[in-house]
Structures are given as C-alpha cells and as structure tokens.
C-alpha cells in the first residue's frame, strides 16, 4: 500500500463522515472504479456488507467484559467488600478468601459472555461467507463472491430462492414485466408474496442486462429501521430524475420466489440495512414485583446499618470498660491501642463485610434462574401449542413471567385477537339490493358444527365443484387415509399443507353464489353496476396472482443454515430450468410424487419424516421455477383454478374468492395490467394506469384502470363506508334519477344491518374519469412520486384530489368469526377479577355484536354508550353517568338487583374524554363498569387509553392484539401479548409473550400467571427470611466477643452454604412448587384474585418473615449457646452445630413452606443436605491450616461422634420451626384461604371435584354468575341496547358530520406499520 | 384435554408431552391442619419427653464443683503481686482447701477456668501462626504477619510460638493434694497428657522437624514469647512428647473458647492406685497453686472446676453440658 500524507487520511474520515451523516446520499456504480485503489473508491466511505454482531474481541475480551460487568451494581457491591477487606484495620477475614465470590461471579458471567459471543461470531461468518453473485467488469459477468464481499454501489444478481445479501434498488428482473415476487417471512413473518418492480424507465428490459450501461446518480436517504419506508431517486445523465420507492428495494433478508432471477443496485450494506437496523436487543422490562423487590432490598440496606452501628457502638462501649490493658488485646505494632471511638468506627466497616449476605445479591441471580426455568415450563405447555399453526408459547421478554399472576386489566383487539381473522364473505348489496346468500351461510353452519363436532372437515361434502384448486384435491386424495384412522388431529395436518398461503382455508376460499345474484349477472349487459361492482371486487385490490403448483419452501428464520444448502440448489435449479422446457409435460408427475410422499409421511407418523417432507418440498421449488420459466406462454392456457391469491389482508382475499365465485376471475397482475375473465370466458385485460395504495387517513384505496373496450380511464374504490360516503359524487343533485337518491340510503340501510350482524363492511365505488381530468392529474402525480421531501403527504394529497364524486355501486359484508372459545375466556378472565377491554377499529354497531357474541356484554348488562361530536356534550353526558353509576354503587341494597355497567364508546369520545381535564372523570366511570368497549379506535388511541388506565389507576394491564395497529398498545402495557395469526409478525415482534390463540389466555393468566406469582413471590419471601436468618447468628455472637467482627463459621463454609447448600431448594421452590393444581385453578377463576394487587408478596409478609428469621436465629444461637455456655468448647467447635442447625431449620423451613413435594422436591432437599456433610466432611478431612485462624480441621468429625451435637440438632431445630409450623396449622385450621379451600378440593377425586367446584361456584358467585352460565349466547339482534345506540348514532348523523374521524378499519392499519 | 400421541412430522414443535414438562408429576401435597397434623405432634411431644427424662437422670448422675482462687485466702497475696509487671519473674504460691462431701465416682476432669476473658476477639484469634504450629520451618523463622506485634521481639529474633494467643497462655499450675486424715495428705494423682483432641496433638501441632537435631537446636535463633518465662522447648523438659509446639497445655490454650468465660482441660483423675480407684473419695482436700497468670488486669477471675463425665460428651474434647442447657427444653411446649 503507498503511503499517504496523515493529514489526507484524516480529511478522508472526515469527508467520509460527512458523507455518511448527510440526510440524501449519492451513489455510484462501482464499476468504472474496479481494480482501483480503496481511496479512489467513490462509495469508500460506507460500510461494507460484512456484519459484526459480536461485542469483543479476542485480545480485548477480558477488559471489555469487565467493564460490561461493572456497570452492575451488585457487582460493585462486592468489589466495594473485597476493597474493604484489604484495608487492614477494618478487614474481617483474610483478604485474600473475601475476593472469591466476587471472582466466581465476574468469571462465571465472562465465560456465558464469551460463549454467546462465540456463537454470534459463528454466526457472522457463516453470513459473511455465503455465496453471491456480485458484477465484474474485468469478467463481464456475474461472479460467485461472498456476502462481506459486496459494497454499496455493487450490481447483486439474485436468483430464485435465494436470499438477498443486501438491501437492492432493483434494476432488472428476468420476469418481462419487471417484476420480482419477495417473501419477507425472514423479516416480518409476513408469508404472502410481495411485488417489487424494477425502477421504471432506467433500463429498458433488454434481452441482457448490462450494469455496465448503468451511468446514473442514485441519491437515497440516510438509512433508517422503517421497513416499510424508502424514498430515492435516480438521476440520470440526461439530468432526469425517476423516483423510486420502497416497491423497488428488495431488504436483505427477503427471499426471491416465482422470480428466475433479478439484478440489483446496492444501496445500503451491512449494518446500514433496514433488517440489521430492525434487529433490536431482547426487551427488558422491569416486573412489579421486583420493584416491590428493590424497595425491601433497602430496607436490608437499612436493617444492616442499623446492626452495623449496633456493634460500632457495642464495640466502642465494651472497649471503654475493658480496664487497663488486659491480654486479649492485640496493640498494633507501634504497641499502642486505638481509641475506642476510633476502634468502633472501625468496627462498622467490618460488620458490613461479615454480614453481607443480609442484601441479597445471590437474590438476584436466583430469581433470574427461576425465571428460566418458569418460562421452560411455559413454553412447554402442551396446552398453550396449537395444532393449526405448529407453534406454542414464546415468551420474549425474560423477566415478566410473574407480572402474569397479577394482571387487573385486559387490553384486547378484537380483528385476528377475538376473532380468527379469517374472512368469509357473506352477504352484499348491489345497487341498493340486498343478496343475503343464504346458501353460502348454509355452508358455513355445516363447517361451523363440523368443526364444533370434532369431526373430520372433509368428511363434509362442503365443496360444490366449482371453485376446486388442483391444490385441493390433495387433502381429499388424503382423506381415504384419515377416514380409516379417524383421527381428528391427522385430518387437521393434511390441512396443514394448504396453510402455505395465507388466507386461503376452504373457508374462505369457497362461496356459494346466491342464486338470485347470479341470474341477474347473467342477465346483465357489457356496461351494467353488477359487473362493475364484481370487476371492482376482482381488481381493486393489491392481490397477488401466482400459480396453486408454486408451492413454496418455507425459509426458515434468517438462518444461515437454510442458506448453506443453496449452492447446491441454485445450480439444481438451473439444471432442473433447462430441463423444464423440454419436459412441461411431465408436470403431473411430479405433482403426483409429492402427493404419494406426503401420504406416506402421515401414514407412518415418523419422525423422520421431517426430512422426507424437505425433499419433496425441494421438489417444489423446482417446479416453481419450471413452471415459471414457461410463464409467458403457458399464462393464457393454465387453468383458472390453477390460481392462488397471495392477499395482504384477508379482506382483500375474501372479495377476491366471492368475484371468482361470480365467474370474475382475476388471472393475472402486472405492475401495468390486470387481467380478469368474465363468466363468459372472455378475459378482458385492463391497462393498469395507477394504484391509490390504502392509507390510514383515507382509509380506502382506488385503482385507476383503463376499460379494454371502452377506453375511458375508470377508478374503482373500496374503502370504509363513512369514508366512501362523505365522496359521493352528490347524489342528492338533480342529474341523478330519484333510484339513484336511493341507493345511498337504502345501501346505508343494509350497512347498518351488516353491522348489526357483526360483519365488516366495504363500500365499493366507480368512477370514470375524463381525460382532460387524468392528464392534469397525472402530471401532479408524476411529480409528487419523484418529490423525496414529503413525498408520502403529496401522493396523499393527488390521491384526494382524484377520488371525488364517486359513484356508489354497492357494499358487501365479510363475516369475520369468533375464535374457538372466546366467550368461555372471557368469562373466566372476568370472573378471575379482570376487567376486560376491548379496542376495535369497527363501527360501533359491529363492535357491540362481537360483544355480545364474546359474552362481554350480557344480556341483562346496563350499556352506556357514550357518542358525542363536542366537548361540552360529552363533559356533561360523563358527568351525568358517572353520577348515576355512583348511586347504583352508593345504594347497598342495590347490590343484587344492580345491573353490571358496560361502556361502549367510540374513537371520538375517547379523544375528549382522554382529554387533560376529563380523564379523571372518565377513568373514574370506566373503574365501575365492568367492562368497556372502546370502537374506531386509532393504534395512537389505543396506546393513550392503555396508558392513561395504567397510569391514573396504577394497575397492571395486559394488551393482546395480532396486528401491526396493535403494536403501540402492546408496547405500552405492562405486558404486551401477541397473536400469531394471519398478520404478520409485528405484534409478535414487540411483545413480550407470543401466543397462537386467544383462548391460551386462559390458562396462560390463570394457570401460569398465578403458579409463576406465588412461585416467585414466596421464593423471594423465603430467599430474605433466609439471609437474614444465618446472618443474625453472626450478629447475636458479637454479644459475646465484644463486638470484634468475630465469626465462629469457618468463611469458605459460610461461603458454601449460601452457595451451594442453600441455594438449590429455593430456586427449585420457584420453580417448580404448586400450590393449587392447573385444574382447579381453570376451574375456579377466582383464585387468580389472590395475586393481584400486592398479592402474596407485600410489605406484612416481607416483615412476618423478616420477624420469623430474627426469632429463628435467636432459637438456634441461644440454645447452642446454653448448651456451651462455661463449657471449654473452641470457637469453631461451637459455630459448627450452629451451621448445621441452621441449615436443617433453613431447609425444613422450605419443607413447610413447600406446597407439593414431588421426586425433584425430596432429591434437592435430602441431596442439599446430604452435600452439607459430605462437602464439609471433607473439607475438615483435607483442610490442616488452609484457612487461619479458623482450622476446621476434624471438628465437624469429633462433633458428630459426640450425641449432643444431635441432640442439639433436633431440638434447636423444632423449637425454632414451631411458631411457623403452628400459625400455618392454626390458619389453616380456623381461617382457611380460598387457596387453601382449593387445595382441599385437590385431593378429591374427580366427580367429587367437579361437583365441589360447582357448589363453590354458586356458594360464591351468587345467582348471577349461574345464571349467565345457563343462559346461551344471546342473538346478535338484541333489542334495548342496541336501539340505545341507532338513537344516537344514526346513519345520518354520520354522514352530516364533518370531524374527521381518526377511524381506521383494523386490518389495513398494518401498512402504517409499527412507527405510525 | 391430554394428547398422548407420537410426534409426528408436522407437529414438530409441539412440547414433550410428558409429566414433568406438562407439571404433573405425581406429587404428594400436606395439608397442614390441625387434623393431620395433631397425631405427628403427640410423636414429637413423646419422643422429646423422653429424651427429657434421660437427661435429666444422666445431669442428676454428674457432679460438680467449682472453686474460685482469685482472691481466695492465701491467694489474694498474689494476686495483688501479679499487678505489677516488674515482679513477674518472681514466683508467687498460695494454697485453698476445699471439701468434698459426696464422692465423685468415675473418671474426674479437672479443668481450670477463666472468667471473663475474651479468647474469641478476632484481632487476638487472627494473632497466631498455625504453620509453625505444624513445624513448617519456614513459619518458624519468618512468622505470619498476622503475629504482629508479636512475631519479632525488638532484637529482630522470631518469636516462637508467635501471636497474642500464644504469648497470653494460661500458666498458673496445680498441685492436687487429698488429706485423708489430719496427718495423712495423700497427692492426687493427674493424669497431664491426653487432655488434647487426637488431632491436635498429631497432625495439627508439630515440632520442625529437622534431622538428628535436638529440640534445643531446631529453636535456637529463636525467642520465647514475651509474657513467657522460659523458651517453648523447655516447657515440659522431661517428656520430648510433651515439649515445644506439642505441649498438652499449649495445644489447650491453642484452641480458643468460644465465650468469655471458659474452662478448659488440665488434666483427668489417674485411678491406677487406692484411694482413688473410683473416683475422688469424700473429704478434705486442698490445692497448692504456682499463681502466675494475671487476673487483675482484665478483671477476671479464676477458678478450678471438678467434674465427673456424664454419657455424652467426647472426652477430654468435651464435657458434660451441666445444669443448663435444653433439659427443660425438653418437653414440647404445648
């Protein structure tokens, strides 16, 4: 390398850092630079591809972790000990023997370091070297490098199945329209194929791409974490600027599907991409329990200052007496004495170091480990693991399991979190006429019962033929097979096969036309509403097309095993490429080779069918590629039922399936054209002019079509329907006929019974746009895409602009069904004390229907509803239920006869009431009634109500939701849970614990919540108890050396007995103890009352066990110590007794404490003190003058040959354990705890069990709660409370008004994405 | 609601059903009421009861009897002598008589006694070195600093045995004379070697072993401790058992007491010859005493005690747990 002048070096770093903090950056190609030294290298100054996870380094490991380490503050405490020790006139015991527990802890938390590290650095490099092809211009063509190779500025070729090394502005794509399909499961668990296309208008599609060619500027902004964000342009030579967006950048991560291959500018490599900025540490939340936890670590702070000055001051005195120089004073070496008053200062630093143990460090550490071991148990629920989606319980936040047993309030989403999310289409209205599909609903019951029924679903005959994929005939080819074992679980697995694709369960994907319907399509002409309204149900959407063969591999998170093999694959792929164009035809073969070996696989029920399923997989996606290869020609020919829809909400999907269902079927999209056949076979392809992406402030989306016959610009438009309504090209004016007046109201008319019946509901619009109109706007448009300053609020802006005057064509309701045992949950949460929310973004007629079908409302439930547009009437209508829910509370006769308060309010009230001077009023109401509901909620809403509940209340709060819009609320909770459903990964991502169903709540909260907050709560009790108990046995015997920091415990055995004696049990007590069974724990919900609150662990427990140790420590020093008393028994002769009496009232204390003793109970109890006398034996054996002054050498030996030593044992033991033995006799005796009572229960046997849990039920929870159990779900068309609400919110009342609301349907919010 | 079924292919993830995992391992849970918990406390109540009774007979068996000879007659002489520190050197006797008026039948220990003398203050227990108390050479010449003040005497010689706890060791001695009748005083004869735990004596204290070099010469270049009238090899001349760093009384006085107030071992009835075959007959007895410790400067007293053995206790490590102690412990507190 030549030498360079320092000073340009450090004008390079400079420059470099400039380059990289500007807010646009400018890059280009790398090639005419190739082979160029690194400072000539114009895009030098951004970081390169390869990713160092690691924190340390191989030389700087040990000085790095130690400052890691010193960071914590138990750390420093015992640094701060050992320090203390080597001061020679405070030093309690050998300096040398006070650095080991410091020394075991900084080493054992270095090697864990070190070894995590080692696996990251494993990690990276098996990143950093897997192969890719990066453009040389030396070989002309594309060469195999590694990841670390690639640089911003690179050209990157991707092929099929391969993972993107890099974040890519995609250039070109071997597909002729210029499209590339990406999974982004490695990144957001999303399964459906995304469309990204190559920047318009740089190179023209040629046969070859040549990066060579490529001579523009791309500026793009500085990196940032938004997945779903990126602006840039690229400047050409001719000083043009073409925007780009995110629909051009494929993310490192993704993985190319359907796609032979795709070339790419690198924009952003290594750390700079969006994935590696996404990749965030593990959450760390702090529980409640363990800030209660620190408050009384102070108080140990406190209780051992308090005995330190004790003895200062004892010392101090007790050398004041002492007359004249006796012998046992050891002057220092000058031959003088200190002064008392110096000597008792003194003597504080020294307690402090021998009584230590009294702040519980070790506490810490322990509940870490119980921690573990808790979610182990979590995660292992068999109960919590669902079938359907082959996941259990992950738990990500480490350190909240307790939080669990104390939740008060539940925060829940109701799309994809109540409800399955799976959308079926059911019902729509065409030009003001109601198609209520009454044999599609027929279809449905029959899933539904057979389903409920637990019998096989394809036992049914539910299909009628006309919407049957190739894919489908799969599981019916498998069906035989099920039939002979009658097994439900196998049917579901054969049904795990179609879960590829989301959306797409026979469910959703089969709809049977109403009949009605489908002779007025077969009566209608070219231009006619019914054919509009299906035309814009099969086009107006963002629907991805891709064959039902293209069956996909699933990648595996972004490991770099699954990369491993791909070497190996792409060139089968290639090979298999080639070969695919001569053998097409022998596509069924192969279909049928994966059929007989995935039967085979569920025939044998092994395990190492996993990897039999890999191969026929593979085989898979090869066809993929073979299919697609021949795609321009075969497109026309394949089969429409060949189609699969890859849907970004399954909203979309369901609408989509019910064209096709009407013989409108979408065949094809490109970025420029959509393809749809009619009923009549002929395919009509639409220019696809432009698309009017969804956002949540429109909330709708329009495409912009040109008719193939008529040429005219159309835009069709679905959307909300108070969003759609207030666009209506008013039609009230003269120009429209009197029918056409009524099509508005009487559509409203049916959306509202829609909502009624609890179905979502879209309004769907056409537009034909003049073009005169579309030139001027297209012009606006071009020029807001390339804006890169506020370019979302211009394309925001022109997408207003267009849809205006929209034309109603219809609405349709899509049903979105309860999940598998909502209403029971809810039921159990409610009666466990939990008050339980729900925050939707529906209308509230949709949302009181869920209710009521969830059994959040009830039946004889009194529901306000609060809807007001201003602040004045909502002040007031707050002030006036308030005051009238205060009577009903005030009023104690009213207790029975009160009706339960339910609140429904909607998105707009809540603004207000959460408004500064209303949320304490409104808090205030919502703390009365028992449950709310909260509807047209936005994400921001949904945080703010959370925190304000939390906030004002102080009560714990668990939110639940499965979406992207329901990421700010799970952050905000105590607890956030998320909802591995249908959308996505997002929720999941920023919660703390993941389940697949609502249900698992149930058990998740009652079960585990509650064993994980006794658990912890009483270990942590017992862990100070403990502590406190051995400690005071020092602190008692300074009565007797004059408070001279003596102690009569051999140090290295103290050590051993916190360390190793002592410190099993507890952590196995928090593990694994169990103090109600799971059962009746689910039985009896209210149980789960004790936790919260302050529950278990509060401030009169704390000190009850604080006062036990004091009291046990005095039992077990004073009767030795009468024992001994004027006896010539050593120092350490008598500490040894004292040790071991200790450990047996430690350990038998726990034995007391232990709520059910299993094998693992009695193996750490008896181990634990079978390793006291072993361990100590031996180290009496061995150790001679190890440890001066101490020499413990045989005296644990001669002490067990002498009876008393027993004797002492026992009694100390039993005298000491008596007054806890007797209180938990005496309390349980006379004032059992519901949790005792239930205990009881346990030992029943089963008959008699449920028949005592129903006697419970009804002793306790009075008629009501028996009655609302009896009571079957009330029909959705309840009469009171819902009339309550058409009075108050009409349909006209909403659309007169004016506010904007922030109201967002649920599912389109995920393309706000998580930083909205 | 359970699913024992094997884990087939697509159910891969799905958790181990097994009892431990899923929480149900067969677990036996008490319940402590008063119901099933009387029956374990009336056996709890009975053993102890028992065990009560025992003891109390074995602490009726025992005898004992405590003489203290701080000021006592003759004795006061000296111990006003021992104030002075000048006049250490000079030797100082004084006698007591006592009477015993029940025979101590069987083994008799005879201690002496300390009252309020701190031997477990952790500066003064740190003060020793128990390597040289093995007979590591190095230790001797070069003792631990913990010693300090007490390793060096101000010419720089090592002190041997060094420290606090050494150089303070109890060094009055007794003679035990039984008078049988006016005229006939017949000396008790005790028994001074044995009185240290087996260990002690053979592998926790040793003499530097150095070759055919005598005891004499192994300590030369060393220096006794300051409050000692003679060198640590010349502690008991007669006996090489019994001299230097294996010296009974040093090995007693070694081991520190865990309270301020303590006896230890000075030696155990020899019962070879009449009259004391069974023990200390009844009668007249009297005790001769080389007064040499010091009491006044901490205000101690001293004293001689007598005990016979009762069943428990290792002897001559331990003794009898006497009057006090968990007899009346015993019997279960409800």
């Not at chain 1, 009658?486 to 590829?500: A, E, I, P, T």
């Not at chain 1, 604080?1106 to 002769?1133: K, R």
């Not at chain 2, 009384?249 to 020899?270: Q, S, T």
């Not at chain 2, 009297?286 to 010091?294: G, K, R």
């Amino acid at each position: 390398m030549k030498w360079r002048n320092p000073v340009d070096l450090v004008r390079d770093a400079l420059r470099g850092q400039r380059a990289r903090d500007k807010d646009l950056r400018n890059l280009v190609s790398n090639l005419p630079y190739e082979g160029l030294e690194k400072s000539k290298q114009p895009n030098r100054h951004f970081p390169g591809n390869a990713i160092k996870t690691t924190k340390y380094t191989l030389l700087l490991f040990i000085p790095v972790n130690l400052f890691e380490q010193f960071h914590r503050m138990a750390n420093l405490y015992f640094v701060g000990l050992a320090i203390l020790n080597f001061v020679p006139v405070v030093n309690a015991f050998q300096p040398e023997v006070a650095l080991i527990p410091i020394c075991a802890i900084l080493s054992l938390t270095a090697l864990k370091d070190a070894w995590e590290d080692f696996r990251r650095y494993q990690s990276d490099r098996k990143l950093n070297n897997t192969p890719c092809l990066i453009y040389s211009r030396k070989e002309v063509g594309f060469i195999e490098r590694c990841w670390k190779d690639v640089r911003v500025g690179d050209f990157v070729k991707v092929v099929c199945n391969e993972i993107v090394p890099a974040d890519l502005l995609l250039l070109y794509t071997a597909d002729p329209d210029g499209v590339c399909l990406i999974e982004t499961a490695n990144l957001d668990g999303e399964s459906n194929l995304k469309q990204r296309r190559v920047v318009p208008g740089l190179c023209i599609s040629d046969p070859r791409f040549e990066p060579e060619s490529f001579n523009g500027i791309v500026v793009c902004e500085k990196p940032n974490n938004n997945l779903n964000h990126f602006k840039c342009y690229v400047e050409r030579p001719d000083e043009e600027k073409v925007g780009a967006g995110l629909e051009s950048l494929l993310l490192r991560g993704c993985t190319v599907r359907n796609t032979d291959h795709a070339v790419g500018f690198v924009v952003y490599a290594g750390h700079e991409t969006k994935s590696m900025l996404n990749n965030g540490g593990p959450r760390y939340k702090r529980s409640r329990l363990e800030r209660r936890l620190n408050v009384d670590v102070i108080f140990c702070v406190i209780l051992l200052f308090a005995m330190c000055i004790v003895a200062a001051v004892g010392h101090c005195l007790w050398l004041q007496a002492v007359p004249g120089v006796p012998p046992y004073l050891v002057p220092d070496s000058a031959g003088r004495l200190d002064s008392p008053a110096l000597s008792g200062f003194y003597m504080f630093f020294t307690m402090i170091i021998l009584l230590q143990v009294l702040i519980p460090i070790s506490l810490y550490v322990s509940i870490e480990l119980v921690k573990i071991g808790q979610i182990f148990f979590i995660t292992n629920d068999i109960d919590l693991y669902d079938e359907g989606t082959d996941s259990g319980m992950q738990c990500k936040a480490l350190n909240i399991t307790e939080d669990l047993g104390q939740v008060q309030y539940i925060f829940s989403d109701k799309t994809g979190t109540l409800t399955e999310n799976k959308m079926v289409f059911r019902r729509c209205s065409i030009m003001g006429v109601e198609y209520p599909h009454k044999e599609n609903a027929i279809r449905l019951n029959v899933l539904e019962e057979a389903e409920s029924e637990e019998e096989i679903i394809f036992n049914q005959p539910p299909r009628t033929g006309w919407s049957m994929d190739f894919e489908n005939s799969e599981p019916e080819g498998r069906h035989h097979h099920h039939h002979h074992h009658g097994s439900r679980r196998k049917s579901k697995v054969s049904g795990q096969g179609q879960k590829d694709v989301a959306f797409s369960s026979p469910l959703e994907t089969d709809v049977i036309p109403d009949r009605k319907l489908l002779q007025q399509i077969s009566r209608s002409q070219e231009k006619d509403p019914y054919l509009d309204f299906f035309l814009a149900l099969a086009i107006c959407n963002t629907v991805v097309v891709s064959m039902a063969t293209a069956r996909r591999r699933r990648a595996s998170w972004f490991s770099p095993s699954g990369r491993t093999n791909n070497p190996l694959e792409t060139v089968s792929t290639l090979v298999k490429k080639v070969g695919s164009l001569f053998t097409s035809g022998q596509k069924p073969i192969h279909q049928h080779l994966t059929v007989s070996k995935s039967d085979m696989v569920i025939e044998e029920d092994d395990l190492s069918s996993e990897g039999i399923r890999e191969k026929t997989e593979d085989l898979d996606g090869l066809e993929t590629c073979s299919l697609h290869a021949a795609s321009p020609s075969h497109k026309e020919s394949a089969a429409s039922d060949n189609l699969r829809y890859e849907a970004e909400s399954p909203d979309e999907a369901a609408l989509v399936y019910a064209a096709k269902a009407y013989g409108f079927t979408l065949l094809a999209r490109t970025p420029d054209s959509v393809t749809v056949r009619l009923p009549s076979g002929k395919d009509l392809v639409f220019e696809l002019v432009d698309t009017l992406a969804f956002d949540s402030n429109r909330k709708r989306m329009s495409v912009l079509v040109r008719h193939p016959i008529t040429r005219e610009y159309v835009l069709y438009t679905k959307g909300a329907d108070y969003a759609i309504m207030e666009l209506l090209g008013t039609p009230y004016a003269e120009h429209f006929s009197g029918s056409e007046k009524n099509i508005a109201s009487d559509t409203q008319h049916h959306l509202d019974c829609y909502a009624k019946e609890g179905l979502r509901t879209l309004c769907i619009t056409k537009k034909v746009v003049s073009d005169k109109e579309y030139m001027s706007w297209s012009l606006q448009r071009q020029r807001a895409l390339a804006a890169i300053e506020q370019r979302e609020e211009l394309v925001m802006e022109t997408a207003v602009q267009l849809e205006t005057n929209l034309s109603l064509l219809g609405a349709t309701g899509v049903e979105d069904r309860l999940q598998e045992n909502v209403p029971d949950t809810i039921i159990a949460l409610r009666e466990a004390g939990i008050q339980v929310w729900v925050l939707t973004g529906d209308k509230p007629e949709t949302a009181v229907n869920i209710g009521y079908a969830c059994r959040l409302l009830e039946e004889e439930d009194l529901v306000i509803n609060m809807s007001c547009k201003n602040k004045a009437v909502c002040t007031s209508i707050l002030d006036c239920t308030l005051e009238e829910v205060r009577r009903y509370d005030e009023n104690p006769q009213n207790v029975d006869t009160t009706p339960n308060i339910s609140l429904v309010i909607d998105g707009r009230t809540l603004v207000m009431a959460l408004s500064p001077d209303l949320e304490n009023r409104f808090v205030d109401l919502t703390k009365r009634c028992r449950s709310v509901l909260c509807c047209r909620v936005t994400p921001l809403q949904k945080s703010k109500v959370v925190k304000v509940v939390r906030e004002k209340l102080k009560v714990m709060t668990l939110a639940v939701g499965d979406g992207a819009n329901d990421v700010n609320m799970i952050q905000a909770a105590d607890i956030g849970i998320g909802i591995s459903g249908q959308e996505g990964m997002q929720a999941v991502m920023a919660s703390d614990f993941a389940i697949s169903r609502f249900k698992h709540l149930k058990k998740l909260l009652l079960v585990h919540g509650h064993w994980c907050y006794t658990r912890l709560a009483n270990m942590i009790i017992y862990f100070f108890y403990k502590n406190v108990a051995y400690v005071n046995l020092l602190f008692w015997y300074q009565f007797f050396c004059g408070f001279s920091g003596t102690a009569m415990i051999d140090y290295w055995l103290m050590i051993f007995f916190n360390l190793f004696f002592t410190s099993v049990p507890p952590i196995m007590y928090g593990i694994m103890d169990k103090d109600v069974s799971a059962e009746i724990l689910l039985g009896l919900p209210e149980l789960y009352r004790t936790g919260q609150g302050t529950g278990e662990y509060n401030f009169f427990t704390f000190w009850i066990s604080i006062l036990d140790a004091f009291y046990q420590s005095l039992v077990c020093f004073f009767i030795p110590y009468l024992v001994y008393v004027d006896s010539d028994v050593g120092l350490f002769t008598f500490g040894t007794p004292l040790n071991t009496v200790s450990l047996f009232t430690i350990l038998l204390h726990l034995s007391i404490e232990i709520k059910s003793w299993t094998v693992v109970h009695w193996i750490i109890q008896v181990g634990s003190v079978a390793l006291y006398f072993i361990v100590t034996l031996a180290y009496s054996a061995i150790c001679i003058t190890c440890n001066p002054p101490s020499n413990p050498y045989w005296i644990l030996q001669s002490q067990m040959a002498d009876p008393m030593f027993y004797l002492i044992c026992i009694i100390t033991t039993v005298v000491a354990l008596l007054p806890r033995y007797m209180f938990h006799v005496i309390k349980n005796s006379i004032a059992p705890s519901p949790l005792i009572q239930a205990k009881l229960l346990d030992r029943l046997d089963p008959s008699a069990r449920e028949r005592c849990i129903r006697e419970w039920r009804s002793f306790r929870g009075g008629v009501h709660l028996e009655d609302s159990r009896s009571s079957t779900p009330p029909s959705p068309a309840l009469e009171i409370p819902v009339e309550m609400y058409t009075k108050s919110t009409g349909a006209a009342e909403l659309m007169e008004d004016e506010f904007v609301l922030n109201v967002i349907t649920d599912n389109y919010l995920r393309h706000n994405g998580p930083g909205t | 609601m359970v699913k024992a079924k094997a884990k087939p292919g697509p159910l891969a993830r799905r958790p181990d059903n097994s009892a431990f995992k899923q929480q149900r391992l067969p677990a036996w849970s008490p319940m402590l009421t008063a119901h099933t918990v009387l029956p374990f406390f009336y056996i709890l109540a009975l053993i102890c009861l028992l065990l009560g009774v025992w003891l109390l007979l074995t602490v009726q068996s025992t005898q004992e009897m405590k003489l203290f000879y701080t000021e006592a007659k003759t004795c006061a002489e000296c111990f006003e002598k021992r104030e002075n520190v000048s006049l250490a050197a000079e030797e100082c006797r004084c006698t007591v008589t006592f009477l015993i008026e029940k025979a101590f039948k069987g083994d008799v220990f005879f201690y002496y006694g300390l009252k309020n003398f701190h031997q477990n203050l952790r500066r003064y227990m740190d003060s020793r070195d128990d390597g040289q108390m093995v007979g590591r050479k190095s230790n001797l010449k070069n003792p631990s600093l913990y010693c300090s003040p007490f390793s060096q005497d101000q010419n720089g010689l090592p002190v041997a045995p060094c420290g606090a706890v050494a150089n303070s060791i109890f060094n009055d001695s007794f003679t035990f004379t039984y008078h049988k009748s006016a005229s006939q005083n017949i000396p008790v004869p005790l028994l001074r070697n044995g009185i240290t735990w087996y260990t002690d004596k053979n592998i926790k204290f040793r003499n530097p072993r150095m070759g055919n070099l005598t005891l004499d010469q192994v300590f030369e270049g060393t220096t006794h401790p300051p409050y000692w009238q003679k060198p640590v090899n010349e502690l008991d001349p007669d006996d090489p058992t019994n001299n230097g760093f294996i010296n009974d009384d040093l090995i007693v006085w070694m081991r520190e007491a865990a309270f301020p107030n303590f006896k230890k071992l000075y030696g155990v009835l020899c019962r070879d010859n009449k009259p004391f075959t069974k023990g200390l007959p009844a009668g007249n007895y009297s005790i001769e005493i080389t007064y040499n410790f010091p009491a006044q400067r901490f205000q101690g007293r001293k004293q001689v005690v007598l005990t016979t053995l009762t069943w428990f206790g290792d002897p001559p490590a331990a003794t009898a747990a006497g009057h006090s102690g968990p007899v009346p412990r015993t019997t279960p507190p409800f």
